[in-house]
């Protein structure tokens, strides 16, 4: 059992985030590229990811048993507002934290010489795992990142609505099956024993695409406290909503270009560059090139409001994206723990 112990300080600092963390979905997909057998409700997208994979995305795999652990800096707490941002993260790992980590990983057996040079802090491995965060990115996550940030963009939505009608207490009590809430402790059902005091910290709660079964963790209690919790996939499977990511923009992207195509995707009603940057996790600066580019086709028109310019779809763009457009998944239902009284002080 993983338990949170709170203080009154850490229930008024947990918050959730704004939507999938990048490198925690290139994690955490990279566990199910591992599992043998695959993960049912992600076959098809694995048995995609694995035709072609490019041999650098392969070290990745390395990293990434599909049990047990994995190190800690691959998922930065902070600067992962996009992949290129958390990609710079991960690659300004300390040599102390690489070592400590890979020790980790690799007791018990002789790992591989690169992982080996990693933990050592060797430039070369270094870069070397850029390189491979890169290549696994780019042919595994990127190409449907917007399916992963609209399923995670529902859910999360839901997780909100918990928390403005029934208080922090109420959405920590109806996060996942294998949470349970007993004021002060969030106690989350896993195998091995360990409490974390949140001493004051707060806790970050992050919806992933690609968690299976439990919320997770990092190993180290030192970090940040976070709480990974896998979404609910309602209605639409997880390779189906992929599938549609992948295909249904298929001639938008013939049209523009994949990450073009994207960002007019990513701009819904209207959108700021920072966010369409986070949205489809690329740098504020990437968006803003693809954004006038698309304005000098007439496809995007963008105008200043305070400090932020905001970008919306012309007619001419709207068009497009509604020869294109899919189902739209229903919200997904709260999990409902079952016969869990009241805490006191919790709100009726």
Known sequence: MLRFHFTADDLARVRIAPGPDPMWEVLLSAHVVNQRPGVPLFASWRERVLTDL???????????PPRGYSPDFLTPVTGTDSFDSGLDAVLS?????LGTDMALLTRGYRPHLWMRDLGAGSAPAVRGLGVALRAYYDHAIGPYWSGIRAAVDLDRAARTRAWVEGGTEHALRTLHPAVRWEHPVLSVATAAERDVDLAGRGLLIVPSYFCLRA????ADP???PVLIYPIVHENVTPDRSL???ADGGRQLTALLGRTRA???RALGTGATTSEIAQRLAISPASASEHATVLRNAGLVASGRERNSVIHAPTPLGQTLLDGCAGQTP??????????????AGDPA
């Open 54 to 64: 490019p041999p650098a995305a392969r070290m990745l795999l390395r990293l990434a």
């Open 93 to 97: 790992t300390p040599r102390s934290r």
């Open 215 to 218: 919320p997770i963790t990092l």
């Open 222 to 224: 030192e970090l940040p």
């Open 243 to 245: 599938e549609s990511a």
């Open 262 to 264: 994207a960002v007019l």
């Open 330 to 343: 229903v919200a997904p239902a709260l999990f409902t723990p079952a016969r869990q009284s009241v805490t």
